[in-house]
Each structure stands twice: as structure tokens, then as C-alpha cells.
T-cell receptor
Framework: KNQVEQSPQSLIILEGKNCTLQCNYTVSPFSNLRWYKQDTGRGPVSLTIMTFSENTKSNGRYTATLDADTKQSSLHITASQLSDSASYICVVSALGGSYIPTFGRGTSLIVHP | SQTIHQWPATLVQPVGSPLSLECTVEGTSNPNLYWYRQAAGRGLQLLFYSVGIGQISSEVPQNLSASRPQDRQFILSSKKLLLSDSGFYLC?????????????FGEGSRLTVL
């Protein structure tokens, strides 16, 4: 069964600090992995996409990594801002046969001033 | 550019009343369409998806139903709401083909059943 596990469930940091969110998956065969950001009361928005051959991808202060061998991904946020407070969701898609990506339950990040 | 509209944004309904949430996509054709529900503090749960007009797949047995009367219109309905139907409902679309593309979400509809 395809699964995506995220940790930690929630995280509180001070503004300006860095943090790293984790995602482990068992989706197979692997197609891609996306990190979404969901602000409270809004729909999720894609931050990054990682394919099998990619190890690292950045989007501003967000850097995603992928280890396809261990089936792990991380999202690193540098110099956090108050606007980074949100839920971060890891979503993994499989090759062929399914229209449904597998969602993690998300990590709730709160950035305090 | 593609846009997705979802309404109403907020609604409060009594138990046993009907429900209709509507979602439309503009700027693309033949999209895959999805309805998700998110309970407070929980992850997204896929309810229905559609790969074409009149083609609906249900992921979770419940008292909800979905319809796709037009290519870019997706409707979520219920004949009689339950308390457990409360939550944040999100419509999403992706490009035609298998589910490897990016999902684009609407702004959501917050339903409170009293």
C-alpha cells in the first residue's frame, strides 16, 4: 500500500531560524514528489517538484532534497519568516495506472516573532 | 492562464439538509478533477475524482456524491448532511493523464453542520 509519512507533526520556531521537515514514502513505482504549502483556510500550493534523478531543488528560501534509494525527502526552510507559518504537505505520485497521488498528513509549522 | 473557482466559501447547514458545492475550472480542457475533505487539524482525504464528463470514482463510502455535468464543472452533493460532514472541502484539478501532474486547488469551502 502506498503511504507517505511526515515528521514532525508540528513544529514551533523563532523567526529567522532554520528548520527541516521530513517525508518518508513507500509509493512505488516512483514518479515524483511534491511539497505543498497550505496557509490556514486556503488551498495548498506547490512549492517544489522532485523527480527520480533530482537530489536537490530550491525555491527561494525553500530547499527540497530527495534520496530515492532510502525513499526520503526533506524540506529545509532558511531564515524563517512569519509568513512561513503554514502546513507543509508531502505528496508522492506513482508511475502508470493511478490518477491519485498519495498525500502525507502534513507538518504544521508556526513561526513566532 | 488557468483558474479554479469554488463556492460557496462558507456555509452553515443543519443536520439532514442537502448540500451542493460547485467547482469550475477555466483556461484548460479535459482536466482531472478532485474533491478533497480536510477535517480540523487533519490531512486531506480524497473523496471523489473524475477523468472525464460523467466519469466519477469514489474513494470513501459516505453519504456524499459527485457529478461532472460539463468538462470543467465538478459538483459535490449530499441529500442529507451528517454532523461528521463538517470540514474544509477542496476542489482541485490536474492536467489530463495519469496523476503525476501538479494539483491546483481552489480556495476551499468551509462547511459546518449543526
Amino acid at each position: 500500500k502506498n503511504q507517505v509519512e511526515q515528521s514532525p507533526q508540528s513544529l514551533i520556531i523563532l523567526e529567522g531560524k532554520n528548520c527541516t521537515l521530513q517525508c518518508n514514502y513507500t509509493v512505488s513505482p516512483f514518479s515524483n514528489l511534491r511539497w505543498y504549502k497550505q496557509d490556514t483556510g486556503r488551498g495548498p500550493v506547490s512549492l517544489t517538484i522532485m523527480t527520480f534523478s533530482e537530489n536537490t531543488k530550491s525555491n527561494g528560501r525553500y530547499t527540497a532534497t530527495l534520496d530515492a534509494d532510502t525513499k526520503q525527502s526533506s524540506l529545509h526552510i532558511t531564515a524563517s519568516q512569519l509568513s512561513d507559518s503554514a502546513s507543509y504537505i508531502c505528496v508522492v505520485s506513482a508511475l502508470g495506472g493511478s490518477y491519485i497521488p498519495t498525500f502525507g498528513r502534513g507538518t504544521s509549522l508556526i513561526v513566532h516573532p | 492562464s488557468q483558474t479554479i473557482h469554488q463556492w460557496p466559501a462558507t456555509l452553515v447547514q443543519p443536520v439532514g439538509s442537502p448540500l451542493s458545492l460547485e467547482c469550475t475550472v477555466e483556461g484548460t480542457s479535459n482536466p482531472n478533477l478532485y474533491w478533497y475533505r480536510q477535517a480540523a487539524g487533519r490531512g486531506l482525504q480524497l473523496l471523489f475524482y473524475s477523468v472525464g464528463i460523467g466519469q466519477i470514482s469514489s474513494e470513501v463510502p459516505q453519504n456524499l456524491s459527485a457529478s461532472r455535468p460539463q468538462d470543467r464543472q465538478f459538483i459535490l452533493s449530499s441529500k442529507k448532511l451528517l454532523l461528521s460532514d463538517s470540514g474544509f472541502y477542496l476542489c482541485a484539478w490536474s492536467g489530463q493523464g495519469m496523476g503525476t501532474g501538479e494539483l491546483f486547488f481552489g480556495e476551499g469551502s468551509r462547511l459546518t453542520v449543526l
